[in-house]
């Protein structure tokens, strides 16, 4: 799994006063120093090193590691006693064996919501429009593999619309289905819109309407063993605060 070093601060003046704390970075109950390491889905990716971007210099005694990558292996990684703060993983179902488990430290949070939609080349050369589309065995379509978040998403959304597709490949993440799309190798894939969104001109999407039904929840949680649990609850307060909450809003994430 690729891990994505990010520096250096996620903590504004901005942020800290919403949480009640000094925006000169001292004097505060709450340790902003040293690292966090946030376990992220990959469909985090862009919401998240935004949010980093937007609110870096501030702190600069507070650097983020995140890594990102499909939820179940991020899951497996935490209940291997892999050194983390945060995990946020793409659904519940993936949060629950860490929940079991006991690694987490306090609640749970929901910190946002994402929703499928049909994901074309430019041009959309498929004829693209609907759902029942994925059932053409001309296309060539590819669905995220059932055992990761998108793809257990995409198989409770195409029973919901009684479609049978056809899926031509299997990708390991929603970012490898959204490149296959990007890459014209195939006619059209299931992908979060959080993903179709930051692709921009290199995708058209499709909305679906009764997608959000089905739309995933987001967990995030602090990890009992976590080596600087006070800045990392200092960090998931900024995620689902304010300013994570407005990121993540812009990124096309759904509120919780």
Do not use: W
């Not at 960090?235 to 304010?242: M, N, R, S």
Request: hydrophobic share 50%; charged share 20%; glycine share 10%.
């Amino acid at each position: 799994m690729d891990s994505v070093r990010v520096a250096l601060i996620v903590l504004g003046a901005g942020a800290l006063a919403l949480l009640g704390q000094p925006a000169n970075g001292g004097g505060g109950d709450e340790d902003t120093t040293g690292a966090v390491t946030v376990l992220a889905a990959a469909s985090m990716t862009d919401a998240l090193e935004e949010l980093v971007d937007q609110l870096a210099d501030e702190y600069p005694d507070l650097e983020i590691v995140s890594s990102f990558g499909p939820s179940p292996g991020l899951a497996a990684q935490v209940l291997a006693g892999a050194p983390a703060d945060i995990l946020i993983t793409a659904d519940t179902a993936t949060m629950e064996p860490v929940v079991r488990a006991g690694v987490t430290a306090g609640d749970v949070r929901v910190v946002a919501r994402n929703a499928l939609v049909l994901a074309v080349p430019p041009g959309n050369p498929g004829g693209v429009t609907h759902l029942a589309d994925l059932s053409r065995e001309e296309l060539l379509i590819a669905l995220c593999e059932p055992r990761v978040p998108c793809g257990a998403a995409s198989e409770e959304l195409l029973a919901f619309g009684g479609v049978q597709a056809a899926p031509d490949t299997y990708a390991t993440d929603v970012k490898q289905a959204a490149g296959l799309v990007r890459l014209g190798e195939v006619d059209a894939a299931l992908v979060y819109r959080t993903d179709a969104a930051a692709a921009g001109d290199e995708i058209e999407s499709i909305g679906l309407p009764m997608a959000a039904d089905v739309a995933n929840e987001y967990p995030a949680a602090l990890l009992r063993n976590s080596p600087n649990p006070a800045a990392a609850r200092v960090v998931l307060d900024v995620i689902d605060g304010e300013p994570g909450r407005k990121v993540l809003a812009e990124s096309g994430f759904l509120e919780p």
